[in-house]
C-alpha cells in the first residue's frame, strides 16, 4: 500500500512515540526526511548528542561512516540507518589504502614515528581505527585548523586523510605547504601530505560560478565549505564548515545576496530570499538522499516488529582505536 508523506509522518510518529528510539537526520536529508528528526545537524553534532540520549535505539538517516561514529561514541546503544549509503569520499580509503599512504611516506624517507595521522571524520570506522592506533585523531572541517595547529607541536609530517581539499584549505590558512600523495612533489618539502580523496559534489563549483554571480549581482557575498577545491576558497568571501555556513549566512541582513557552495538540500532551507546555489546543475548528494520518509517508517516498523533491519556493528579492535582517535579530538 502507497502512503502520502503525511501518512507516513503520522506514522513514524506514532511509533516513535511507542518505541525507545530518536531519529536523527543529518543537514544534507531530503526535506521531508529532515523535518521528522529528533535531533538534527552536522556528522559529529550528531554523534555527540546521542550519546546523552535516553533511547535504546538511534535511528540515523544519513551515510554509512556517520551511523558508525555513533556506534563508537556510544557502544551500548543500537543503531540502525533507513538507508546505510555510501559516502563517495569515505569509499576512497579502506584499510589498504590507507596502508599504502603510510608506505608512500615511508618510501620517501618519513618513518611512521615521525608521521601523525589525522583523517577527516567523513572517514570508515577502520580508517579512523588506523589512525588512532599510529597515535593520530578524528578533525572536523570545524576544528581542522584547531586540530592541524596542535599536532604541529609534534614536529611530525601531518598525514591527512581523506580530503585533500580540505587538508590543502587548512594548509593555505596556515601559511604551511602541502601537496598530495601521487602529485610529483617530494613529500619532505610539505608539512602537510593530502590523500588523493575529494568531495564529488563539492567539486562541482567552480571559479566561473563565481565570476557569473559577481557579475549579475555586484555586491553579492560568496559563502562555500572547506571540502571545494582550494580555487574555489580563494575566491570566495567565508569559507566554513556546514555549522559555521548556517550561522554566517542566516546572520546576514536580509536584503543582503549571498550564493553557497555546499549540498542543495541545506541551502534550499537556509533563507527565504537571496540565497543562491553556486552552481549551474544542482549540487544534490546523491547518497544523501537515497533516505525516504518510507525508508524511515520501514525501519521504525521493523523495530516494533522485533527484528531491526540495518543495524550498525563494529568489531572490538576497531571500536576500541577508532574512539580513541574521535576522543583525542574531544579532549581538545
Known sequence: MQYTNEELKQKIDELKNKLSVTVVAHYYQRDEVFEVGDITGDSLELATRTRDDDAEFVLFCGVGFMGQSVKVLSPHKRVVMPKVACCAMASMIDGFQYDDAVKALNESGISNENILPITYINSNAEVKAKVGEMGGLVCTSSNAKKIITNALKEGKKILFVPDRCLGQNIANQMGLKSCVIGDGTNLNDSDIICFDGFCSVHQLFSVDDIAFYRKKFPGILIAVHPECDPAICDASDFVGST???????????????????T??????????????????????????????????????????????????????KTQKWAKIALERMLEL
Open 263 to 316: 549540498e542543495f538540500n541545506m541551502v534550499n532551507r537556509l533563507r527565504s530570499k537571496n540565497t543562491y546555489v553556486l552552481s549551474s546543475t544542482k549540487p544534490e548528494c546523491p547518497t544523501m538522499n537515497e533516505t525516504t520518509l518510507e525508508d524511515v517508517y520501514l525501519t521504525l516498523k521493523a523495530i516494533d516488529d522485533g527484528e531491526p533491519i540495518n543495524e550498525i556493528h563494529i568489531d572490538e
Open 243 to 261: 555549522s559555521q555556513l548556517i550561522k554566517y549566512i542566516t546572520e546576514l541582513p536580509d536584503e543582503q545576496k549571498v550564493a553557497v557552495g
